[in-house]
């Protein structure tokens, strides 16, 4: 990732030579996987064919589509998988481990009691918090050569953090397969992109700037990112949650407590060349928060690079985002180097 970042950095000045001819991107905007997915192409045709293949996903990962393979899995604790479901849950069980946890693929009882998205505003007790935490444990998910099992009874999987970066991934590759050069295609979160937006051609940073948005006051962007190639997933806690009594419950659960997370990041962004990877990534360093985020990160287990945006409003950026990071509210936030 490191290597790939420097090498944006490198051909920005070809880029700028190749595109000096401006072009039209075309957009449409669908709702799949619970979220709106925005495909900008050159031609409208491979944005068809991206509806199709998030349809397929969505049918493959569903926790709530009842014949999904997730749901299949969840009632009868054991699958037969598919490919795409084998290659997601083996990745998914990957980061489950690296991550001690704080990504975990086995809260789908914790995610389906709490219902955040459905206006039901409610706060399940502490006993209803407890028993759906039972076996929630991320070992209970089993993959062999006899395919998936459940260890334990009650163990439900949510891929709910994790699936549309995969979509994103194979999204991206069709469009790249299309023969599209200049491209940008979003799954809520998890933003894709591929050589410039038409309208950086008149600037000399060509590119697309990644608007990121301020956690503390969504309808502002806090800053830009350049990327001319790959994936940020973006986790925050403003981006589904419901308000009572004055606090805010989100989506994201902490797996120790059952409870929405609490740590000192506001907002995490990951930045890396694998969408499904980064997905659970931004899961995971929102959770962990931001001194076991930055050990994980120094680790070097996995190759991506991040922006983590803290409570207290200081932006820890990663060393190769540092030059592709443009803050627009410098009065409010203030930048420093992880
Ligand atoms: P994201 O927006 O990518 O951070 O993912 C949040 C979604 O992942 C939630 O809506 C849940 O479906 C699921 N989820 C919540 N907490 C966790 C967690 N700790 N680990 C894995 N998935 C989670
Ligand atoms: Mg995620």
Redo the contacts with the bound molecule.
């Keep these: 990732m490191k290597k790939a970042l420097f090498a944006l950095v490198c051909i920005a000045p070809l880029l700028l030579c190749r595109c000096s001819t401006t072009y039209e991107l075309k957009s449409q905007t669908f709702f799949a996987m619970n979220t709106f997915v925005t495909v900008s192409t050159a031609k409208e045709s491979t944005a068809e064919e991206i509806k199709a293949l998030t349809d397929k996903y969505e049918k493959l990962f569903s926790?709530t589509l009842p014949q999904s393979e997730i749901s299949i899995l969840n009632n009868d604790g054991s699958l037969v998988a598919k490919d795409d479901t084998l290659l997601l849950l083996d990745k998914a069980v990957q980061v489950a481990k690296a991550t001690d946890g704080?990504?975990?693929?086995c809260?789908g009882s914790?995610?389906s009691l709490w219902d955040?998205s459905s206006g039901k505003n409610n706060v399940p007790d502490s006993e209803a918090v407890a028993k759906a935490l039972v076996g929630t444990s991320f070992e209970n998910l089993c993959i062999d050569d006899n395919g998936v099992s459940l260890l334990q009874r009650g163990t439900q999987i949510?891929?709910?953090?994790?699936a549309?970066?995969y979509a994103l991934d194979k999204a991206y590759d069709k469009a790249r397969e299309l023969g599209e050069e200049n491209f940008c295609i979003s799954f809520?979160?998890?933003v894709g992109v591929h050589g410039s937006s038409p309208s950086s051609l008149k600037t000399d940073k060509t590119g697309w700037n990644v608007g990121i948005t301020n956690p503390f006051d969504k309808e502002k962007t806090l800053g830009t990112l350049l990327m001319t190639e790959g994936f940020i997933?973006v986790?925050g806690a403003y981006?589904?949650y419901f308000k009572k009594d004055g606090k805010i419950y989100h989506?994201?659960?902490?797996?120790k407590t059952g409870y929405p997370?609490e740590s000192d990041i506001a907002c995490a962004c990951v930045v890396s060349t694998d969408a499904a990877l980064g997905?659970?990534l931004?899961?995971?360093m929102?959770?962990m928060g931001s001194d076991r985020a930055r050990e994980f990160y120094k680790s070097g287990q996995y190759d991506f690079d991040m922006i983590l945006i803290l409570n207290d409003k200081s932006i820890l950026v990663s060393d190769e985002l540092v030059p592709l990071f443009s803050l627009s509210d410098t009065e409010n936030f203030k930048v420093k180097q992880i």
Excluded at 251 to 255: E, G, L, S
């Design positions: 926790r704080a990504y975990n693929p809260m914790v995610v955040i949510d891929l709910g953090g994790i549309k970066g809520g979160g998890n997933s986790s981006e589904r989506h994201i659960f902490d797996p997370s997905d659970a931004s899961t995971a929102f959770v």
